[in-house]
């Protein structure tokens, strides 16, 4: 049984993409990272050698540290995080566990470059809707937490990805895009590699809410007019992002846990049918 400090894989599979879920933190020497150089959604390459410099940035925030085996080096590293004030922990069997276990790693060989601060730039058409919302909430949750996204007028997207660095998403011409019947969600789960269940499912969903088919899925019809209303009670696309992404970590947790359970009214009678019970004389 694994220490209060350590977890297992499947107990971090059930807290990754979650809002209030852990920093993960991929402390692999590079000898065994280029023999697979793929990543736990969502998180980020540390060296072990400098954790005395990086770990202060976690004081009071929960963090999984990830190493090839889940020993020495992952372990160390969350003994220091824990010394800096962090609430650190290591998984058990590390990132052979977590892969032998068939659990989804992201494809890092599309990753965009990342600015000085170590974060990713995007850039896309100002006013979203759909995919350009849906798009952000999988990159935040799942490839990098720290993403920056901007929104622009149509006709400057590329010039500002030329100009800032940026990666440009969800217009024509790009490689973050539309494929067919598929929209740019699908095409980042195909390029980094991030088919789940529950993520497939609401793959569907977001399909069928942005190219308008909402046969595909029962569910499309109403991310749609979610997706609509936020884009008329939000002036300001950053703040409508903010609360795009509560709407979409709702739809993922429902596609993940709770797409079989039913509500209906009235409850159902307690048992031995007993209707409201009279107040005693």
């Known amino acids: 049984m694994p220490s209060p400090t350590i977890l297992t894989s499947a107990q971090l599979s059930r807290l990754v993409g979650l809002p209030d879920g852990p920093t993960l933190i991929d402390v692999r ?6 023999v697979d150089p793929r990543s736990l959604p969502g998180a ?3 060296d072990f050698r400098q954790v005395a410099s990086w770990a202060p940035d976690h004081k009071g925030h929960s963090v999984v540290v990830i190493c090839q ?3 020495k080096l992952s372990q ?3 003994a220091w995080l824990r010394h800096e004030g962090a609430a650190a922990e290591s998984m058990e069997g590390g990132f052979e566990g977590w892969r032998d276990a068939g659990l989804p790693l992201v494809r890092l060989d599309k990753m ?11 850039v896309t058409r100002a006013r979203p809707k759909v995919d350009r919302i849906a798009c952000p909430w999988l990159i935040r949750r799942f490839i990098d937490p720290a993403a920056v996204f901007l929104f622009v007028t149509p006709s400057e997207v590329l010039a500002v990805a030329d100009r800032f660095g ?18 740019t969600f699908d095409a980042m789960l195909d390029e980094f590699d991030l088919h789940t269940p529950a993520l497939d499912r609401l793959a569907l969903i977001v399909r069928g809410a942005d190219t308008a088919r909402p046969d595909l899925a029962p569910e499309a019809p109403g991310l749609l007019a979610a997706s609509l209303g936020l884009s008329r009670m939000h002036a300001d696309d950053l703040v409508q992002l903010d609360a795009g992404i509560q709407l979409y970590d709702a739809f993922y947790r429902w596609c993940r846990d709770a797409s079989e359970e039913t509500h209906n009214w009235p409850a159902a009678a307690p048992p031995g049918g007993l209707g409201r019970r009279r107040p005693s004389p």
């Open 69 to 71: 085996r889940g020993l």
């Open 44 to 46: 980020v390459r540390r």
């Open 166 to 183: 940026a990666t440009p998403f969800d217009i024509e011409g790009v490689f973050w895009t539309h494929r067919g019947d598929d929209c």
């Open 29 to 34: 020497i590079d000898e065994d990272f280029d």
């Open 112 to 122: 965009p470059p990342r600015d000085a601060e170590g974060r990713t730039i995007w």
């Open 76 to 78: 160390g590293a969350a």
